[in-house]
């Protein structure tokens, strides 16, 4: 039987207590007309809870409540359980004010923690929101009855450090409500080192889309459009792009090919909002069906000088790279200089000046900006390429490396990485961490079986691919020793969500051939301490045994304080390690990449392809959840990094 949809739509413009907003219903309005008139969602399979001003005409057909915490809390509870089953969709768009505020639990701890404002956010001196930590559960529940959630948050994330807003300045009213009562909570997780926000504490990647206005420490605003209606400036975005996709390609449609255009147009409408997707571009908007394993890309956006792209020189985008210009089909970027490469590709670009984290670039020929466009590094730039040895040299894996425009040959002592012929003819790829498997506790990333030299090239350019966050994190030295990553290990434990960020748990042990050593079935969770004078912005990977590059998690963490990465940002889920083909041992390489700068993504670091399927294509394996295997001030930009390493052994 075919999945049904489950839609939860929330605007509240008129709040008890004061705060008036004027944008947030007309917001779900949009959405509505965009589901019904377009997706072809029954009205049926509508809930609708809303909140207008006082003589504000709202038409529509659909029955509303009003939006109160008790029936905001009831209906999410509803969607966690049978009532949703395992082929539906459930979609929830919520449009208001976020709020910061100080949660006591009557124990003498105090910490600010994130939340939604409800109609009725204020009953007599009571404080009546839905916390960050309640909102998460509440969403893991529904997550257990369906992968295909997608939250919408048009609201802010938190109070953060940003200023508020001039409305004369911005022509606008930003979405933050200010609670600065102490507000009563038995349960909430009140550790210093905690990283709120209510799109923080939702799960994602396979199990949960989140789509968020703005970051942890920013301001979600709302405007009047060209016709004087008001909008958040994150649904106005998200309803223009969904609207210039035929009707035919609706139910097809993945996130990779609009979110681009939606980051662009809130940014360029409010630069001080950065609208941010939690989640794979592949996953489907609103259709059924599997969801593919896109490859993100760079962002390639055309400016009067030609374009600007979002990698620079510590991604190893360097002057005179060429990046290749794609679409958004394939969804996976196809054997470098390969006919389907080359037929897909639409166009190509140059770097001319190349900053740290951006770049900009001249085309190499006149072409046309496809919809939704991602590029990838198709030339290496000055002193960027991949430098790579043959031990022993062998002329014809020589000549077929000397086509790659994205290595070096070099020396075996100069090498990044080693093609070492084995006994058995096949070729293994031997870096600092990976041998050729010659002894049996000797962990082997890949070997270029001797009847498939031919894709010596291929494999070589996926470990450019597995290896760039690693080439990126010893490139961030801004803030030498001030993050720090390290795991712990779970055991058996229920780590409950209102303590995962300050969980009672030892750490891993070390390794004697690793920073941490574990076996298959362990569960462990990461934890990342900042400590800078200043928040940085976070990224997780996991450089896997199999050749993945998975994204494990992206925060704001603030000065001074941790925070503790959990499966699929679930609070208190963890990491179950794993190894891939039975090998008997394997290691897991871990980067933290942090920066200074919130608005920065580094989400085209991911890559979903395995080396086995590299090596025999062209059958291409579905994502699996997990391979786990006092400062002077800085600069205005600062990157910084922490990398580990975890050995994962099968024990008989």
């Not at 009725?120 to 959630?149: C, H, M, P, Q, Y």
């Not at 909002?273 to 599997?290: A, K, M, N, T, Y």
């Not at 498939?452 to 996926?462: D, F, G, I, P, S």
């Not at 897991?588 to 700068?597: N, Y």
Request: net charge negative; proline share 6%; hydrophobic share 40%.
């Amino acid at each position: 039987m075919a999945g049904r949809y489950h839609v939860l739509l929330i605007g509240i413009d008129a709040y008890d207590g004061g705060g008036m907003l004027t944008g947030c219903v007309n917001d779900i309005d949009a959405v509505q007309r965009l589901l019904v008139d377009r997706v072809g969602v029954p009205r049926a399979q509508i809930r609708r809870l809303a909140a207008p001003r006082t003589g504000a005409a709202h038409e529509t057909d659909v029955a509303e409540e009003l939006p109160l915490l008790d029936t905001m809390r009831a209906a999410l509870e509803r969607l966690g359980t049978n009532e949703v089953g395992r082929e539906d969709r459930v979609f929830i768009y919520y449009s208001g004010h976020g709020t910061q505020c100080i949660v006591s639990d009557g124990g003498g701890r105090r910490f600010a923690r994130e939340a939604l404002l409800p109609k009725d956010k204020k009953r007599g001196l009571e404080n009546r929101l839905l916390f960050d930590w309640d909102l998460n559960t509440l969403i893991a529940r529904i997550a257990t009855r369906t992968s295909a959630v997608t939250v919408v948050l048009d609201c802010c994330n938190s109070g953060g450090a940003t200023r508020d807003f001039d409305v004369t300045e911005t022509k606008g009213l930003d979405r933050f409500w200010p609670t600065p009562e102490i507000t009563l909570a038995a349960g909430a997780d009140l550790s210093a080192g905690s990283v709120r926000g209510v799109a923080s504490a939702l799960g994602s990647l396979q199990r949960c889309q989140v789509i968020a206005a703005c970051r942890d420490d920013e301001r979600a605003r709302e405007s009047a459009g060209e016709e004087g209606l008001s909008n958040g400036e994150l649904t106005r975005a998200l309803v223009t792009q969904l609207s210039a996709v035929p009707a035919t390609e609706v139910q097809d449609l993945r996130w990779g090919r609009i979110w681009r255009g939606v980051e662009a147009a809130v940014r360029d409408a409010n630069p001080r909002q950065s609208p941010w997707l939690s989640g794979r571009f592949g996953r489907r908007v609103f259709g059924f069906g599997p969801d593919d394993d896109t490859d993100p890309g760079y962002a390639v956006v055309q400016v009067p000088a030609g374009y600007r792209v979002d990698a620079g020189s510590l991604a190893g985008v360097t002057v005179d790279a060429e990046i290749g210009v794609y679409g958004a089909d394939p969804p996976a970027f196809p054997p470098l200089d390969s006919a389907l490469d080359l037929a897909a590709r639409k166009g190509t670009i140059r770097v001319v000046r190349a900053e740290r984290a951006s770049s900009e670039a001249v085309a190499t020929a006149r072409f046309v900006l496809p919809e939704a466009p991602r590029g990838r590094l198709v030339r290496s730039g000055r002193d960027a390429s991949l430098r790579v040895a043959l031990a022993p040299n062998d002329a014809d894996l020589a000549a077929q490396l000397a086509t790659s425009p994205l290595v070096e040959q070099v020396a075996p002592g100069l090498a990044e990485l080693t093609l070492t012929r084995r006994a058995d003819g096949g070729w293994a790829l031997v870096d600092d961490v990976h041998g050729t498997g010659k002894n049996a506790d000797e962990p082997v990333l890949a070997v270029i079986p001797a009847d498939r030299l031919n894709m010596a090239r291929a494999a070589v350019e996926h470990y450019h691919a597995y290896s760039a966050p690693l080439r990126m994190a010893r490139a961030c030295r801004d803030l030498p020793s001030l993050l720090r990553l390290w795991l712990l290990d779970c055991g058996d434990a229920a780590v409950a969500a209102d303590v995962a960020q300050d969980p009672d748990l030892p750490q891993v042990q070390p390794g004697a051939h690793a920073p941490y050593e574990i076996s298959v079935g362990d569960r462990v969770c990461f934890v990342v301490d900042n400590a800078a004078e200043v928040a940085l912005s976070v990224a997780l990977f996991d450089c896997a045994p199999s050749g993945r590059v998975l994204l494990l998690g992206e925060k704001r963490v603030p000065r001074l304080a941790k925070h503790a990465f959990w499966f699929e940002d679930t609070l208190g889920a963890p990491f179950t390690a794993g190894l891939p083909d039975e090998r008997r041992v394997g290691v897991d390489r871990v980067a933290a990449i942090a920066t200074t700068r919130p608005e920065v993504s580094l989400r085209y670091l991911e890559s979903h392809q395995t080396f086995a399927e590299v090596l025999a294509p062209p059958v291409r394996a579905g994502l699996r959840l997990r391979d786990l295997g006092g400062a002077e001030e800085p600069p205005a930009e600062s990157w910084t990094s922490a990398l580990t390493a975890v050995r994962i052994v099968r024990r008989d």
